[in-house]
């Protein structure tokens, strides 16, 4: 059951390590600015969990016509945060590499490009993409984590600590507090 969470830390190699921590740092952080870092920390357990037994039902189907790779690394993380921002986005277009495109086909373009990442599972990247969309169009409402229970998680271990340390950026987990931590 352990490995539904572990596998995210797992990278085969210093190429898909430096691909994942720019995709964890373009599209996570923007994500975890919308929402706080409580949350972000929340989703991205429940991210890996969903996307990790939507893989290992899907990997059974899929491994049966073609080699499949493992999960592995914060790729389907990402991608499912991507897919919550540009499915609740109000934006139509964006800028991307220099063209607009719609906001809905970001995803699945940058989807493309991972494909040829090293080390790389395209399925499971496609299950992080899936599961966030599932998020992002409220079919997971569930699983939300009420700001209440955010900002009483806000005040204790390891967040307490994370407030304090020089140069980290932390995110309230209640939106009044973010806004006032924006205006500020």
């Known amino acids: 059951v352990h490995r539904l969470v572990t596998y995210i830390f797992v990278y085969e190699d210093l190429i898909s390590l430096t691909c994942g921590a720019i995709v964890i ?3 996570a952080g923007s994500f975890e600015k ?3 870092t409580v949350k972000h920390c929340f989703f991205t357990v429940v991210f890996a969990i969903l996307a990790g037994l939507l893989y290992l039902l899907l990997e059974a ?6 080699e499949v790779e493992d999960a592995k690394g914060f790729m389907p993380i990402a991608f499912a945060t991507l897919g919550v921002s540009t499915t609740r986005s109000r934006m139509k277009r964006t800028l991307l590499f220099g063209f ?6 970001v995803p699945w373009f940058l989807l493309f490009v991972a494909w040829f990442i090293p080390h790389c599972s395209l399925l499971s990247n496609l299950c992080g993409l899936l599961v966030g969309k599932a998020y992002g169009l409220g079919y997971c409402f569930c699983l939300d ?8 998680l806000d005040q204790m271990f390891p967040f307490s600590v994370l407030k304090r340390i020089p140069g ?17």
């Open 100 to 105: 607009r495109v719609p906001v809905v086909l």
């Open 25 to 27: 740092w373009c599209f």
């Open 145 to 152: 984590l009420p700001e209440s229970v955010a900002s009483k």
């Open 61 to 66: 189907v899929v491994s049966r016509v073609s």
């Open 168 to 184: 980290l950026k932390y995110i309230p987990g209640s939106s009044a507090e973010r806004r006032a931590s924006e205006s500020s």
């Open 34 to 36: 919308n929402v706080g």
